[in-house]
């Protein structure tokens, strides 16, 4: 059996990347089913108190890489054109979830992985 197992290929030659994926830290802020829930948060992001941002969305306590006053401030400077940085993108295979991506690490996303998560995009639309 052994034998067998071995003249099978490796993972790393399958990938064209290794890596961890897009690494959140807090999903239920981050990722949302429509784009509608996504824009209202982010918005609440431009306007709201620290505070009532904690109690509104459930957010506790900040962690190393992911901090509310992080994604305030990357939410903020782009308060003008939000709608640019929605983003739908797999969430897990086939769940497509909307997004604020800027490609910012330590920002509204801990870890963007810009690397791995252009492939979590949809494809582009067919040109004629």
Request: charged share 30%.
């Amino acid at each position: 059996m052994l034998e067998e197992y071995e003249q099978g290929f490796s993972v790393q030659e399958v990938f064209q990347i290794g890596s961890t994926g897009i690494c959140s830290q807090r999903d239920h802020v981050v990722f949302h089913r429509d784009k509608e829930s996504l824009l209202k948060l982010l918005k609440d992001f431009s306007t709201l108190e620290p505070s009532e941002l904690r109690r509104v969305y459930n957010i506790k306590k900040d962690g190393r890489d992911w901090r509310l006053e992080y994604a305030i401030k990357d939410v903020k400077a782009n308060a003008n054109n939000l709608e640019e940085y929605i983003v739908s993108c797999q969430y897990r295979p086939f769940d497509f979830y909307y997004t604020y991506y800027t490609g910012k690490s330590k920002s509204f996303i801990a870890y963007p992985r810009g690397e791995v998560f252009k492939h979590m995009l949809p494809p582009p639309p067919n040109k004629p």
